[in-house]
């Protein structure tokens, strides 16, 4: 279907509305067709449908929609289509069902002739009525009838008698057929689109952001070749928005910026005003622009989100042809996209969206923290180093990039292990930990060979300059060769290494007195070998 020439946006917040007065026409009912949802992995889809209106309708009843994030509902409508207002209200639905308990049979048959059984003892009369208290929405219903005391008065040849359901094992209608449905009244959100003149059947298209649909991503990694990896991306799709049937799906990555997604219409009845205001504030107040980057909460929503890795590097490598992928890209995110997608309100469904073959390598990593604290002074030589790890060490050659996700290792139909892939763009490096190589033994020390007191005053406090040499050692109880990447970290002015590395330097804060560097050295190791990195450097150290 085409889209409608857009006239006007309409911005409704109202779907949850209780309207005070009532509609002088009938409504004729249309359906909103879902034609396209983009999951963002923190539980927002963003939903776009489309709707016929009825020939010759002036008032249309739209069937029920979630409730919309702040500001993310707008109907779009050709010019041709005068619309007068768009309203909201509770309209009340009869259901109808099957009865769950023997009370509820029992006021669904009154005024008939029953037969009861509790243990041996039997029961017949008539069922007599139950004077209806109101249900929770003010309307009657067989479910909102039993007293409060749960009792079922019975008419029998000796008088009336009291009977507790629950009591019974068996209840049957003696001799008329008995009820067994009941009729549940309940209210529901619907829209209601006036129109100043009688609709010609034009199409709208209705959008919105809400909360209950997400989508989470896992990768498989096969390592079985030793230069290719298999490489599958699969989505684990979670809706509790509203029923799909045929639709395009698409998984959003990147660090999408929805300001408002937590907030929900200021029109909401389960939400007051103040309620509303407060949540609108603190979705507004620099606390909560800066609270996705507080330490600690970083690695927790990792998954939720994209977090590029450390020593991420650009490339230049070719990109792969994948024609049965698609996707584009939108400003800062990217879009996979899956077509004919269907699943049910309350539903799961997984779904491989990529399956590629990627170049990767063997390395083995050892991170060496800074020896100066945040405060500039040495830390203890108690401080461990980290360990040596496995990686996978594998080059993004699709056409577009890599979420972040959870990666699982496989070979030769084995699991091998399971780690973090972080975001990586397309033609980029990303380096994905297997397990700790309990085979190579690594050993570090720092000493220092000469200390001038109080050589330097910075910002009002008094700084030592001590030389220090360090000396890292990589032993390999492995029966194979193994290339290892060290990652030392260090602050002050780096005199000598050997064997020679690459020294960068990093950030620093303005405060800051030591330059900072990150030094890597590529060590080949073979079995039974010990290898040695000797380095010295001086550094200005607080007194």
């Known amino acids: 279907m085409k889209n409608p020439a857009p006239a006007c946006l309409v911005c409704s917040l109202t779907l949850l509305v209780l309207c005070a007065g009532g509609l002088a026409a009938r409504a004729e009912d249309t359906a909103v067709k879902v034609e396209k949802v983009a999951a963002f992995k923190n539980g927002l889809g963003h939903v776009q449908a489309a709707a016929t209106l009825p020939k010759g309708a002036k008032t249309v009843r739209i069937e029920a929609l979630p409730v919309p994030s702040h500001g993310t509902f707008w109907l779009e409508h050709p010019e041709s289509l005068k619309v007068k207002s768009l309203e ?6 009869s259901e109808k069902g099957p009865v769950q ?28 009525p139950t004077v209806k208290a109101p249900a929770s929405d003010g309307l009657p219903s067989a479910r909102s009838s039993l007293p409060a005391t749960g ?54 298209r209705v959008s919105y952001l809400a909360k209950g649909f997400t989508w989470a991503p896992s990768y498989l990694i096969d390592i079985s070749d030793a230069k290719m990896a298999r490489f ?23 660090f999408p910026n929805v300001k408002f997604g937590d907030v929900t219409s200021p029109m909401n009845l389960k939400q007051s005003l103040s309620d509303f205001l407060s949540a609108v504030a603190g979705e507004s107040s620099p606390w909560a622009r800066g609270r996705a980057a507080r330490p600690g909460v970083l690695t927790q929503q990792a998954v939720l989100s ?13 990109l792969a042809d994948l024609s049965d992928v698609e996707g584009v890209s939108s400003e800062d995110l990217f879009f996979y996209s899956i077509p004919g997608f269907s699943l049910r309100k309350g539903g799961r469904a997984d779904t491989v969206f990529l399956q590629a073959s990627l170049p990767y390598r063997h390395i083995y990593t050892w991170s060496i923290p800074d020896g100066l604290d945040e405060s500039e002074r040495r830390m203890g030589e108690t401080e461990p180093a980290e360990e040596v790890w496995h990686c996978c060490r594998m080059t993004n ?11 699982q290792f496989v070979k030769e139909g084995r699991i091998a292990g399971q780690d973090i892939c972080a975001y990586t763009p397309r033609g980029a490096e990303a380096t994905i930990r297997i397990n700790k190589a309990l085979n190579l033994v690594a050993e570090r020390a720092e000493i ?9 005053t910075f910002h009002g406090s008094s700084y030592d300059l001590v030389k220090v040499k360090g000396e890292l050692r990589l032993r390999s109880r492995m029966a194979q060769g193994a290339r290892v990447e060290i990652r030392k970290e260090l602050s002050g002015r780096l005199l000598t290494m050997e064997p020679e590395g690459k020294d960068t330097k990093t950030a620093q ?31 200005y150290v607080r007194s």
Do not use: C
């Open 232 to 254: 599958s991306a699969k989505a684990s799709v979670i809706n509790e928005l509203t029923d799909l049937e045929n639709v395009t799906l698409e998984l959003v990555t990147g």
């Open 306 to 318: 994209n977090v590029l890795a450390p020593s991420q590097s650009e490339g230049g490598f070719a």
């Open 151 to 204: 009792a079922v008065l019975i008419q029998t040849t000796e008088g009336i008698v009291a009977v507790n359901p629950q009591a019974l094992s068996r209840a049957e209608v003696v001799g008329k057929e008995a009820v067994i449905a009941a009729t549940t009244n309940r209210q529901v959100p619907v829209l209601r689109l006036q129109l100043a003149q009688p609709s010609s059947a034009e199409s709208v």
């Open 509 to 539: 804060g303005l405060r800051r007195v030591n330059p900072r560097h990150a030094v890597v050295w590529e060590v080949d190791v073979k079995s039974g070998e010990e290898k040695k990195v000797v380095y010295t450097y001086e550094v």
């Open 397 to 407: 050659t699709l056409n577009m990039p890599l979420t972040t996700a959870p990666a």
């Open 101 to 128: 308990s023997i009370a509820e049979f029992l006021l669904l048959n009154a005024g008939r002739r029953v037969r009861l059984q509790a243990d041996r003892d039997v029961i017949e009369g008539v069922v007599l």
């Open 88 to 93: 909201a209200d509770m309209e009340t639905v």
């Open 448 to 456: 220092e060979l000469e200390r001038k007191r109080n050589a330097a």
